[in-house]
């Protein structure tokens, strides 16, 4: 799923070249490469996502999805003020990678309720007050360290780099500096994503 969704927001990069479109109509580029039973996407306008750039989003929402309904939600925020994007000026390897990663990241969620799979929420240790503890306490959390292992490997895999060298390791690094046991949980889980998403990678290739 994850190199077949980065591939495929790669090619319209390809095919899209040397065109011009407005911000929903991106979005909806985007759109039509997915089943709409399944993700909905939003176009946003944010101050602050600078001109060309596309940043993702990316919520997973487990009511939605026991009434059947679409429950993944991909939201894409544009610079307020560009009306036009130029397909040559997006950054396709960076959008591609994002939505990929954003998407498979949810998905994860989606799969760990719908196998009605418990984690441990993570109680911060810090001394009260710190400004840290509610990052910890989300970054902690069993079920967050089980998906965004999956996002590091998928990086690592993608840029080609160790795990260590990865922007949410570096952030987990950072924010867990006092309790190095979620740094091993967090390792754990990025060598079973990377095993698994090597193993995907190996499948894909074009047959010789
Ligand atoms: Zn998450």
Redesign the pocket.
């Known amino acids: 799923m994850f190199f077949e969704i980065h591939s495929r927001i790669l090619d319209i990069g390809d095919t899209m070249k040397g065109r011009r479109y407005t911000a929903s109509e991106v979005t909806k580029l985007i759109r039509r490469q997915f089943p709409a039973t399944d993700f909905l996407f939003r176009t946003h306008r944010d101050p602050a996502v600078d001109p060309d750039m596309i940043v993702v989003a ?1 919520i ?1 929402d487990c009511f939605n999805d026991s009434q059947d309904l679409p429950s993944v939600e991909i939201t894409l925020c544009y610079h307020p003020a560009q009306k036009y994007f130029f397909t040559d000026l997006i950054d396709w390897e960076t959008l591609a990678f994002d939505l990929a990663e954003c998407i498979c ?2 998905l ?2 989606r799969q760990q309720h719908r196998s009605r799979q418990k984690f441990k929420t993570y109680e911060s240790k810090l001394p009260e007050g710190d400004p840290l503890i509610s990052e910890q306490e989300y970054l902690g959390d069993g ?2 360290l089980d ?2 292992g999956f ?1 590091i490997a998928a990086e690592s895999i993608v840029r080609g780099c160790i795990p260590q060298e990865c922007v949410m390791y570096g952030v987990y690094q950072t924010t867990f500096d006092n309790d190095k046991s979620v740094i091993v949980k967090l390792e754990q889980e990025i060598q079973k994503y990377l095993n698994l998403l090597e193993l995907n990678n190996e499948q894909n290739e074009p047959k010789q």
């Open positions: 990316g997973y990241h949810e994860v969620h079920a967050e998906a965004y996002s």
